[in-house]
């Protein structure tokens, strides 16, 4: 069955990176799209960005580009999200999420990652 | 890039009535447009894709309606395990964007 299993919850300084990862079983990893969503305490949902395992390619939030740098390894079916120089903004719970090529509807999700930023 | 623009942002329903939600687009989007529901402390769920399409499993109640730049989402009988809280997505041109969401409460 298709499963992608986010990193456990991350507490980071404010100023710091971190690297979330979602790892994709159960589906030929390099024909979906992944994507990563934001979702803040108590508010609705933000799309960051999509990566194609596939080829490399990504595409990007304008909002988001500089904070999220969107990475794929194939050889273990893991995409990666990292977010550099954070601040309490960016605390959130983090999701991926992929499309099959060609459409842009979230099928299957992560269980999400909750990332606290905080001193 | 294209606002989604959904309604109410809460209602309170008895059991066995009816729930719409609408979602008001700021650009023509075809029939691009999905509908999610999110439970506490999970991720959403897909239940209606672009076409106004069930996804399997999901119940018949669930229904959606709309083109271009008005949807409606409908749940018919409305019962206590569907207290959640509702998303609309366009998928038709990037940033793909959400609604606001939409809590559903049981009176």
């Known amino acids: 069955q298709v499963q992608l299993q986010q990193s456990g919850p991350e507490l980071v300084k404010p100023g710091a990176s971190v690297k979330i990862s979602c790892k994709a079983s159960?589906?030929?990893?390099?024909?979906?799209?992944i994507h990563w969503v934001k979702q803040r305490p108590g508010q609705g949902l933000e799309w960051i960005g999509w990566?194609?395992?596939?080829?490399?390619?990504?595409k990007y939030n304008e909002k988001f580009k500089g904070k999220a740098t969107l990475t794929a390894d194939t050889s273990s079916s893991t995409a990666y999200m990292q977010l550099s120089s954070l601040t309490s903004e960016d605390s959130a719970v983090y999701f991926c999420?992929?499309?099959?090529?060609?459409?842009?509807?979230?099928?299957?999700w992560g269980q999400g990652t909750t990332l606290t930023v905080s001193s | 890039e294209t606002t989604v623009t959904q309604s109410p942002a809460s209602l309170s329903v008895a059991t066995g009535e009816k729930v719409t939600i609408r979602c008001i687009t700021s650009?023509?989007?075809?029939?691009?447009m999905n509908w999610y529901q999110q439970k506490p402390g999970e991720p959403p769920k897909l239940l209606i894709s672009?076409?106004?399409t069930l996804r399997p499993g999901v119940p018949s109640r669930f229904s959606s309606s709309g083109y271009g730049t008005d949807f409606v989402f409908t749940i018919e009988n409305t019962l206590s395990e569907d207290v959640a809280d509702y998303y609309c997505?366009?998928?038709?041109?990037?940033?793909?964007?959400f609604g606001s969401g939409t809590k559903l409460e049981i009176k």
């Open positions: 999420a992929r499309t099959y090529y060609g459409s842009f509807y979230f099928d299957y």
């Open positions: 159960g589906y030929s990893f390099t024909s979906y799209y």
């Open positions: 990566i194609f395992p596939g080829s490399g390619n990504t």
């Open positions: 650009t023509d989007i075809d029939d691009d």
């Open positions: 672009e076409g106004n």
């Open positions: 997505l366009q998928s038709d041109n990037m940033p793909l964007t």
